[in-house]
């Protein structure tokens, strides 16, 4: 594993039946950790049996501890020896994921696992540099005949399934069920496959990967990336609960997925895809705070112009114009809380339509000049982008969308 990133190594068992879970996890933090307090979260429904280490002092529950994106998750703060060395410490819990939270997302049920740091099943470390800064290694067992797949290196092993990924990454994503339909699509280096449980049908999975590949090569001749890229996409039963992308592995909910012959309801799920794609690029930005804007804003702006070149630009100027009748009044983008009630339509919306007039004003040539800088350069703070924004369009332009952003 990298040493320059914190590591996840350990097992876990998984009872669809129970909806239980157990773990022994060893926690290995990065050299240079200085801090002598360790804070994570674990989903209230499990609870912690033992956490030891040679340099841990004492540990308890702390209900004031929150995280935006994990509302079922109880904060635990450990007490820490300072030490040159990089610290360590271990912990096995057990418990029932048995809530189904209010979005519907990541769930133990006997119709199929789906678990990330929403509901957050291994210790989701958080702090000054937040999450995303771990490597991991789990041996993943699951009762019962299911079949796996997730995030990161997925591979048979004696008991279930390795779960691993050398290179750093803020969640461990996987899904289980009983059995999966799968349709797999090649072409030109681009890959996709989808994996839906069961119940969701074979007709969206050959949808999904039909339209999917078609966002895929428009994204990679638009945005650049790397000349290979291989996608997964798993779709679960859930009424309501939209996507999310982690790295490339995606899961969706079956919600938009069923009125095909409706032209209305196709575009919108095709704009609803589009968007989910569009964070295969958009992804680099810290997700708990305002910085958000620079994921949420650009794949919605990105999936409207995925539509425009798709289905017309007045098709497009329509969600446009939804968007335009959505932001007025609204506070400005910097320095919003991401768990402000107007959040959504500020870093959906807002961000989008200023996007679309930057698109405008610095002409579409140095504009999309712009978005492959950015991609490359993987940027994730606005101070960064602003520079590129100075370095294609001039210090004006930098200056005024500045003000935009702060209006």
Not at 35 to 62: A, E, T
Request: proline share 4%.
């Amino acid at each position: 594993m990298d040493s320059g990133f914190n590591a996840l190594n350990g097992e876990v068992f998984v009872c669809p039946v129970k909806q239980s879970l157990r773990a022994s996890i060893e926690v290995q933090l990065a050299p240079g950790h200085r801090n002598d307090v360790v804070d994570f979260f674990l989903h209230r429904g499990l609870s912690v049996q033992r956490l030891s280490g040679d340099c841990v002092q004492s540990w308890h529950y702390n209900p004031e501890l929150c995280y935006p994106f994990a509302p079922e998750g109880r904060g635990v703060r450990v007490f820490l020896d300072e030490t040159e060395e990089a610290p360590s410490f271990s912990v096995r819990y057990c418990g029932n994921i048995d809530i189904i939270p209010r979005w519907e997302v990541n769930r133990i049920s006997p119709e199929w696992v789906e678990l990330g740091l929403y509901s957050p099943w291994f210790p989701l470390i958080v702090g000054e540099k937040s999450t995303g800064e771990f490597t991991y290694e789990m041996q993943v067992s699951v009762s019962g005949d299911y079949q796996l797949v997730g995030t990161g290196e997925v591979s048979t092993a004696e008991r279930g399934w390795l779960v691993s990924s050398r290179s750093p990454s803020g969640d461990i994503t996987f899904v289980a069920a009983p059995s999966f339909e799968h349709y797999r699509c090649v072409d030109d280096g681009i890959g996709l496959e989808v994996y839906a449980v069961a119940d969701c049908g074979l007709p969206s999975s050959e949808i999904i990967a039909d339209e999917g590949l078609k966002m895929l090569e428009h994204y990679q001749k638009w945005l650049g990336g790397d000349e290979e890229r291989k996608v997964t996409v798993v779709v679960v039963p859930r009424s309501v609960g939209g996507g999310y992308v982690r790295d490339r592995f995606m899961v969706l909910s079956q919600d938009l997925l069923v009125d095909f012959a409706d032209d209305e309801k196709r575009v919108l799920m095709w704009k609803w895809l589009a968007h989910e794609f569009a964070h295969l690029w958009w992804s680099n930005a810290p997700a708990e705070s305002w910085e958000d804007w620079l994921n949420e804003s650009f794949a919605e702006y990105s999936a409207l112009r995925a539509v425009a070149r798709h289905h017309g630009e007045e098709v497009a100027e329509e969600f446009l114009a939804k968007k335009r009748s959505k932001i007025e009044g609204l506070g400005p983008i910097v320095g919003i809380d991401r768990s402000d009630d107007e959040a959504h339509d500020v870093l959906y919306n807002k961000g989008c339509v200023l996007l679309w007039e930057l698109h405008q004003d610095i002409g579409r040539d140095r504009f999309g000049n712009l978005l492959r800088r950015l991609v490359s350069k993987k940027v994730d703070r606005t101070e960064k982008f602003l520079c590129e924004i100075a370095s294609v369009a001039g210090q004006a332009a930098a200056r005024n969308f500045e003000q935009k952003l702060e209006e």
